[in-house]
């Protein structure tokens, strides 16, 4: 995925990109007091979110989910296997995220959450139930609804794990996204 698309992006950073990368600044939950990026966190490269890639690169993988694989005119996914990867794989089930929330009913999609009707959610209404989501503690976002063809990539170094820290401006914003694609 990463060649044919032409991501710059890799899972861990070598310490060679890492003046390229933004600082987080705010404390994470890798370890006491360490930062998300910390030499650790990315020499460790955990799977679930110690993805390194630019916004044009986060963009380019969700363009090729969008148009169901395909890239380029050429097919790097089969749609089956895009529609396996934002479709509910484990759920509902009644769970939280850990410092953001908890609901009865959670549906985890492959790499992504699946909004589903749960509310309050990071993704705000304006996304369909079947959009598919991943944010990370640093204040990053990307979602994608297939439904609507619309895809965002929000890329930040300070988040706020409180539960009601990043949803409100990120709900704001996927609705304002929203509302600009419907009327142009």
């Known amino acids: 995925m ?6 710059d992006a890799s899972l861990g950073l070598a310490e060679a990109d890492a003046p390229r990368a933004a600082r987080v600044w705010q404390s994470g939950r890798y370890g006491e007091g360490e930062l998300f990026n910390s030499e650790r966190f990315r ?18 993988f969700l363009s090729c989910l969008l148009a169901g694989g395909d890239a380029g005119g050429r097919a790097l ?8 990867m934002l479709a509910p794989q484990f759920g509902p089930l009644p769970g ?6 908890e ?5 985890w999609g492959l790499g992504f959450d699946v909004r589903g009707h749960r509310e309050p959610h990071w993704s705000g209404t304006a996304l369909s139930e079947r ?3 991943h944010f990370g503690a640093s204040g990053t976002l990307a979602w994608l609804d297939r439904e609507r063809g619309l895809g965002l990539v929000v890329l930040a170094n300070r988040g706020d794990v409180r539960p009601a820290g ?8 996927g ?9 142009a």
């Open 96 to 101: 939280g995220v850990g410092g953001v929330g």
């Open 131 to 133: 959009a598919a989501s």
């Open 2 to 7: 990463l060649a044919p698309l032409e991501m």
């Open 175 to 183: 609705a304002a996204v929203t509302a600009a694609a419907a009327a």
């Open 166 to 173: 990043w949803r409100e401006p990120w709900a704001e914003l």
């Open 43 to 60: 020499r460790d490269a955990p799977p679930q979110g110690g993805g390194f890639a630019s916004a044009r690169a986060y963009g380019a």
């Open 77 to 84: 996914l089969a749609e089956e296997t895009v529609d396996e």
């Open 103 to 107: 609901w009865p009913d959670i549906c």
